[in-house]
């Protein structure tokens, strides 16, 4: 039943008086925000951000596809790039000049050495949101992967690594690192079939070497809050490494019982983790430069709002019983 309220009822007082409260409280309270970046949907909502999926070392973007069927599946779109896999340096400032051609928000995962990629390129992007590290490498400025990856025991990565050297077009040499044939299913996919674990072997895109002794540029988990997904099975990268790199990030982290390419022998889990980072952001408290005024100030004035117009309701039900 819709209430209606009559001319005597409009000019009652304490009806008036309430009404004015709630007038001004609703005036006064901040319209919702959208995250910067974002634009309202075709039904009025914010547009879901957009998912930007970055491999790391000895793989391509296919391994992501799991995690992107269930993304594309729930309605966000998705952008899983090629990492070039060429130095530390160069393939962060790829995958900047990718996130810069994305409108809106942006909720950036990194697999391996994916992770140190995207620490360095979202670092100044104010459209990264989040990001999320599945058993990934996580450098703090200044530091080089292969000193950090010496921290701790666990890894089996360095004696399984095949060196192939390369010229490049101007006559500069370096050294491309493949994972060898017989190692690859036990070090980097000891959960997925073994043919399976053949045929990503045989198709692994090798990275430079010279990745491993680049010093990071930057840390953007540092301003940006994280996930982390840590391999508790890795043996590409010590599980004892993630939990002390989630750890020192302050992710928000959980371990799963999985070998290095969690995206793929637990794509569901993975893409969990992506959307609890989109949820727990998307309902995050709006910063004050967002809200344009204190945040404790606006969850006043929506209790003031609420009440007014319980107080609305009430008082023109006691007018209606009373005219009965």
Known sequence: MTLRPSRELIRSRPVAALASVCSVAALAAPAPAIAEGASS????GIAKPTVVLVHGAFADASGWDGVVERLQRDGYPVIAPANPLRGLASDSAYIAGVLKSVKGPVILAGHSYGGAVIGEAAAG???VKALVYI?????DKGEALG???AKFRGSRLNPAL???????????????L????????????ADLAASTAAQMSATQRPISASAFTEKADAAAWKTIPSWFLVATKDHAIAPDLERFEAKRAGSHTIEVNSSHVAMISHPGTVTSLI???IRTEASGTPSLATTGGNASATGLIGVVAIVAGVGLIVAVRRHQARGR
Do not use: C, E, W
């Open 41 to 44: 949907g075709s039904g009025g």
């Open 125 to 127: 992007n104010r459209n």
């Open 135 to 139: 058993s990934a490498f996580m450098p």
């Open 147 to 149: 000193a950090l990856g």
């Open 162 to 176: 095949r060196q192939v050297p390369f010229q490049n077009g101007d006559g500069t040499t370096g050294t491309d």
């Open 178 to 189: 493949y994972i060898k044939p017989d190692k690859f299913h036990q070090v980097f996919a």
């Open 275 to 277: 959307l609890d980072a």
